[in-house]
């Protein structure tokens, strides 16, 4: 059984900064990309950024410049360090891997239990 768990959301005040962290364990044989969604209050769920196996980055518009992703293909672990925090980065962020558990078996998407993320201003 795969596993992804999330660490390092929290409150913070607006312009600061977090980190978070998410580690992706069980029947692994390969994981292709790993990425953060979020979900404020009242809206759908979308993405943030993602990172592939070899390193292309993809970001949503308004946080490019102030969030980076990451990701340590040793550990299974992708982070999320996000900078210049605004209120409207307030959310539940999700830990996405899109992964193989075998090297003949498809890929399939696993979604980690969700952190929050909460920004004051």
């Known amino acids: 059984q795969v596993q992804l768990v999330e660490s390092g959301g929290g409150l913070v005040q607006s312009g600061g900064s977090l980190r978070l962290s998410c580690a992706a364990s069980g029947s692994i044989f390969s994981i292709n990309v790993m990425g953060w969604y979020r979900q404020g209050p009242g809206k759908q769920r979308e993405l943030v950024a993602t990172?592939?196996?070899?390193?292309?980055?993809n970001y949503k518009d308004s946080v490019k410049g102030r969030f980076t992703i990451s990701r340590d293909n040793a550990k299974n672990t992708v982070y999320l360090q996000m900078n210049s925090l605004k209120p409207e980065d307030t959310a539940v962020y999700y830990c996405?891997?899109?992964?193989?558990?075998?090297?003949?078996?498809?890929?399939?998407?696993?979604w980690g239990q969700g952190t929050q993320v909460s920004v004051s201003s």
């Open positions: 996405n891997a899109v992964l193989s558990v075998a090297s003949s078996s498809p890929w399939y998407t696993y």
């Open positions: 990172i592939t196996s070899g390193g292309i980055l």
